[in-house]
């Protein structure tokens, strides 16, 4: 039997990376920037797809290695924890950002209920103008995931067959692709007129969690392998190093292919190509020979923990650190500008994680004793 350790510190590198890659993309998109920035900082998107590979894993391994502990695993406990983690920080981070309109600069905040009820990302009121507080979307996403692996689980365990578990996550990375290509062919094309449409491509093929289940079903399958294939999984680790390349290798060859334009192209086929190159870098990185699995890093550990608080409050943060500097005569797309947003980002992320997220944390674990 294999088990899930306390601590993969080649995913805590990853995470790091993750969200270094969301928030270096976001800046130059979003906010005026120094004329440095590189346009590799473009193909940042895919941060949010390693975050969706390495919560496949994560959550699926919890998920397995209970179940071959006990041959089952508690619902209840499942919730609990997956609600201390995700709720607190987010509803305050949105309890401010209906409080304090100047978070969402010149854009609209959607109706609260979406943001409750997490279908920000299905049910939309026009991404143009109510864009504010967007990166709900991928939250959204992984809530629909923690809702639905588990209860698939329990239902595959009902009728004793979890052992077909991975011809269900082939069917559903197959099925993307034709999703994919209805929502292009069928709603994108029609209502764009031929003409590129980002907010339209946003809403129908970008956002929607049918569409972006690749990264998940990814990591899914690799913790498979790791809890229920450990002959295998010791044999291929060997070849840690060698997946991390193989990874890279998909990943450089996607940033070509999809770095400009939102076609046919990116639409069909660039989550599943990115998502299965991270997929091969989480799973180089979890093997004990791989650079990234011994690669102990104090900074990238913290940066990976201040993650999710990072995440949620760095277009906020950006947006007021410019609006301050800006009043005091510090150009918006100054290098001092930059740096300073990126100081603020980390110190509110440290404050909400100290005063938020450890105590909640610590309540979580009260309630599973």
């Known amino acids: 039997m294999t088990t899930t350790p306390q601590k993969f510190y080649g995913l805590d590198n990853l995470r790091a990376f993750a969200i270094i890659m969301v928030i270096l993309f976001h800046y130059p998109r ?101 864009r504010a507080f967007g990166v709900v979307w991928s939250l959204c996403v992984e809530e629909h995931f923690y809702l639905v692996l588990p209860i698939t689980l329990l239902l595959l365990l009902k009728i004793d067959n979890l052992k077909n578990t991975y011809l269900l996550l082939i069917f559903l990375f197959l099925a993307g692709f034709l999703i994919r290509m209805y929502c292009w062919y069928e709603i994108y094309i029609p209502q764009s007129n031929g003409l590129e449409n980002r907010a339209l491509w946003i809403e129908t093929i970008y956002y929607p969690t049918y569409c972006r289940l690749d990264g998940l079903l990814v990591g ?11 002959s295998l999984f010791s044999r291929l680790s060997k070849y840690a190093n060698g997946f991390i390349a193989v990874g890279l290798l998909i990943l450089t060859i996607a940033y070509f ?23 091969c870098m989480v799973l180089g990185a979890i093997m004990p020979t ?47 500008t930059f740096i300073s947003s990126m100081i603020f980002c980390v110190t509110i992320s440290l404050i909400l994680h100290y005063s938020i997220e450890k105590p909640f944390m610590k309540m979580r674990n009260r309630f599973l004793k």
């Open 257 to 279: 292919l999809f770095i400009n334009g939102i076609g046919f192209g990116r639409s069909i086929f660039s989550f599943p190509m990115v998502s299965i190159g991270f997929g």
């Open 220 to 230: 899914v399958s690799i913790a498979g392998l790791y809890n229920y294939l450990p």
């Open 30 to 130: 979003w906010f005026p920037h120094p004329a440095w920035f590189p346009d590799i900082v473009k193909f940042g998107w895919t941060g949010v797809d390693l975050f969706f590979v390495l919560s496949g894993f994560l959550i699926a391994s919890q998920l397995f290695a209970q179940i071959i502990k006990d041959g089952s695993f508690s619902m209840k406990e499942f919730y609990i924890k997956r609600f201390f983690r995700i709720i607190p920080i987010y509803y305050f981070v949105l309890a401010l950002y209906f409080i304090f309109p100047v978070l969402s600069g010149d854009q609209l905040l959607p109706p609260l209920w979406k943001f409750l009820t997490f279908t920000h990302n299905l049910a939309f009121t026009d991404f143009e103008t109510h």
């Open 290 to 336: 791989s650079f990234l699995y011994q690669w102990k890093s104090k900074a990238l550990t913290k940066i990976a923990e201040l993650s999710y608080a990072l995440y949620l409050i760095h277009m906020g943060v950006i947006l007021l650190t410019q609006k301050l500097l800006f009043d005091f005569g510090i150009a918006k797309d100054s290098n001092l």
